[in-house]
């Protein structure tokens, strides 16, 4: 997809206070002194009201208002109803869990739809960890370590979160093997906890507090 869109993918371990740097810029991003800030908790599956209440909880101590669309099923992603809940969001949040729960939910449905077009209307989207996952064309299965596919929204793009204590040669190894055999164009984001990334259509800049690890097929590159 890309266009003109801004998605923020970040590491891990979101709402917590380490997170404030790369969340602040995040929130400047949407130009609004009060922005609508939706918590979508999808990818939690045992606990999404718990996962809201937190995202809903660490806004609040950063002095903004935000609410909670608690969207945990793929039918209730598949009702025009609640995917009119975007119609004036400035930043919705994907909180972290299991991605491929996330991708089953939200795959093909019309939310995923509204997200797509209040994205190319200047609504933010945020994910973190599972959250961040999801968003480019190639998703991790951690469990078997194989990629397929994701909701698309950058293309040639795959996340890899918690990727503070990597081994960034091994890393680019397994890559060569899995992903960039078939996808030679793919870039591949390492990214730490507390820290990410902004893709503004083919630009890419780091946020937050650690370095941001890209993966192509010609080597690993450091962003900072």
């Known amino acids: 997809m890309n266009l003109t869109t801004t998605i923020a993918l970040l590491g891990g371990n979101e709402f917590h206070d380490g997170c404030r740097v790369a969340d602040s810029t995040i929130l400047e991003l949407t130009g609004q002194e009060r922005p609508n800030i939706k918590i979508l908790p999808t990818a939690n599956i045992h606990h999404p009201d718990i996962a809201a ?3 809903v909880q660490y806004f609040s101590d950063l002095g ?6 608690m969207i945990t099923n793929r039918e209730a992603a598949n009702n025009p109803e609640n995917a009119s809940e975007l119609s004036s969001c400035d930043l919705l949040y994907l909180p972290g869990g299991s991605p491929q ?4 939910c939200l795959y093909n ?3 995923v739809e509204e997200i797509i077009k209040r994205a190319s209307q200047g609504m933010i989207i945020a994910g973190s960890s599972a959250g961040a996952m999801v968003m480019g064309e190639l998703l991790k299965n951690p469990p078997q370590g194989t990629w397929g596919k994701g909701l698309g929204l950058i293309s040639n793009f795959g996340v890899i979160p918690h990727h503070e204590n990597a081994d960034h040669q091994k890393t680019f190894e397994e890559l060569k093997e899995v992903v960039f055999s078939d996808h030679p164009e793919a870039i591949i984001c390492g990214i730490s906890i507390e820290s990410g990334c902004i893709v503004q259509g083919s630009k890419i800049y780091e946020i937050g507090n650690s370095d941001l690890i890209l993966y192509r097929s010609s080597g690993d590159s450091k962003y900072r």
Do not use: H, I, Q
């Not at 729960?101 to 089953?104: P, R, T, W």
């Open 101 to 104: 729960y996330l991708f089953e």
């Open 64 to 69: 903004f208002n935000s609410t909670k669309l």
């Open 53 to 55: 209440d937190n995202g």
């Open 109 to 111: 449905t019309c939310l």
